[in-house]
């Protein structure tokens, strides 16, 4: 399922024309998506404790796992 929503964010920038710069402008628009998950996982976890210092290890946990990095990345 993840994978179609994954493919779903990527269409518009895989209409452009094949070149290069449609690879590092989807890498671009992934590393964004990236950015704004690791806000929103502060978010969430700020919020269900009550406490920023929680958000922030939510956040870092999550942004410091390579793996999900590299899978969000990967295009």
């Keep these: 399922m993840s994978s179609l929503f994954f493919q779903w964010l990527l269409t518009p920038i895989f209409l452009l024309r094949p070149d290069a ?19 929103l996982i502060y978010r969430i976890g700020a919020k269900m404790s009550s406490n920023r210092h ?12 390579p793996m999900t990095f590299d ?5």
């Design 21 to 39: 710069s449609v690879l590092i402008l989807a890498r671009i628009w992934e590393y964004f998506i990236y950015a704004a998950t690791v806000i």
């Design 71 to 75: 899978k969000t990345i990967e295009v």
């Design 54 to 65: 929680i958000g922030l290890l939510a956040a870092v946990i999550f942004a410091a796992f």
